[in-house]
């Protein structure tokens, strides 16, 4: 399948997030990527924008009962940029994880106008 946009992820939090799932999990996390690079209109069940906030979206996991998300961007449309990720374990999108997220965004967008001087 031809890839529309490409993910990549942003430091090593997504990794470090990655690292510590099972098997299955991660499995079901590269497919979930897979989607989102190749799909040309990703389901709103696999990728969710934050309400409330400007660009941040989340990447829906979900296996057996149990939920993940994984915190992501995109840059010029096509550049999708995978942040932290979590467990979830309560209805709402835990304030402190959405938070996280959108500091790592801004420091994404700060270190690319530093390089760009």
Do not use: H
Not at 28 to 50: G, N, V
Not at 64 to 71: G, L, Q
């Amino acid at each position: 399948m031809d890839k529309i946009r490409e993910v990549i992820a942003y430091k090593d939090y997504f990794e470090n997030f990655l690292r510590k799932q099972p098997i299955k999990v991660q499995n079901k996390i590269f497919k979930i990527i897979e989607a989102i690079e190749t799909l040309e209109r990703i389901p709103e069940s696999y990728l969710k924008q934050i309400k409330g906030t400007k660009g941040l979206y989340e990447a829906r996991i979900s296996l057996a009962s149990n939920i993940w998300r994984v915190f992501c961007f995109f840059d010029k449309g096509k550049l999708v940029i995978l942040l932290n990720g979590f467990t979830k374990k309560t209805q709402k999108t835990p304030k402190i994880e959405i938070e996280k997220a959108l500091r790592l965004m801004n420091d994404y967008y700060n270190e690319k106008m530093e390089e760009t001087k």
